[in-house]
């Protein structure tokens, strides 16, 4: 199958600062990836949907200007966690879709552990 | 987005056979089935997907009513490194994103 990366695997920050977390497509070109954020033994909640070339789409209740998103390319995509607090500790996992169709499946990254001091 | 639901856990022993039910019974015509699955601490991985028939791969089989209101999916010989959370999501057209919306899903203990 697809393989999606994610950089760092996990990170330690204090609070009050910005971390940045990349999500990579490695064999094929996605032109949509997705952001989700996992609670201990919760389910993914999605946060963002974002397409190579324009704005991220943010569900309900997800602070755009807190968790920026970048599509720059059809390999890659960015979470930024600014001003970082404990409550954003969290497991960051992103997904890609290769192909455009409602049967193609995503790929999902091996997801990065944050933990805010 | 359609709602699915399935059992919060479910126990096998190793070596037999493990059915994951999941009801979907506000699934429209054009929602694909999904499943995946997760480790602790892994990114989700898929499983299997189908739309009206029975589909069959290396990992799974998955078995799709008539009404197209439930589905199972249905592992074969479960093993200790089947032991994962397992998700039933629909995918569509509705949105346009062909987003994933995961609920609570099953989780599988798998017996030595």
């Known amino acids: ?117 | 987005d359609a709602k699915t639901t399935q059992p919060n856990s479910m126990e096998s022993n190793e070596e037999e056979p493990v059915h994951l039910p999941c009801n979907h019974s506000t699934i429209s015509g054009t929602d694909y089935i999904h499943w995946y699955r997760q480790l602790p601490s892994q990114g989700p991985e898929y499983v299997i997907h189908g739309l009206t028939s029975n589909v069959n791969n290396r990992m799974a089989s998955l078995a799709i009513a008539e009404d197209r209101k439930s589905s199972t999916l249905i592992l074969h010989r479960a093993t200790l490194r089947d032991a994962a959370v397992y998700y039933c999501i629909l995918r569509g057209t509705t949105s346009g994103t062909y987003k994933y919306i995961f609920g609570t899903g099953t989780r599988l203990k798998v017996l030595a």
Request: charge should be neutral; include cysteine; charged fraction near 15%.
């Open chain 1, 1 to 117: 199958g697809a393989v999606v990366s994610q950089h760092p695997s996990w990170v330690i920050c204090k609070s009050g600062t910005s971390v940045k977390i990349e999500c990579r497509s490695l064999d094929f070109q996605a032109t949509t990836m997705f952001w989700y954020r996992q609670f201990p033994k919760q389910s993914l909640m999605l946060m963002a949907t974002s397409n190579e070339g324009s704005k991220a789409t943010y569900e309900q209740g997800v602070e755009k200007d807190k968790f920026l998103i970048n599509h720059a390319s059809l390999t890659l995509s960015t979470l930024t966690v600014t001003s970082a607090h404990p409550e954003d500790s969290s497991f960051y996992i992103c997904s890609a879709r290769a192909g455009a169709g409602a049967s193609n499946e995503q790929f999902f990254g091996p997801g990065t552990r944050l933990t805010v001091l």
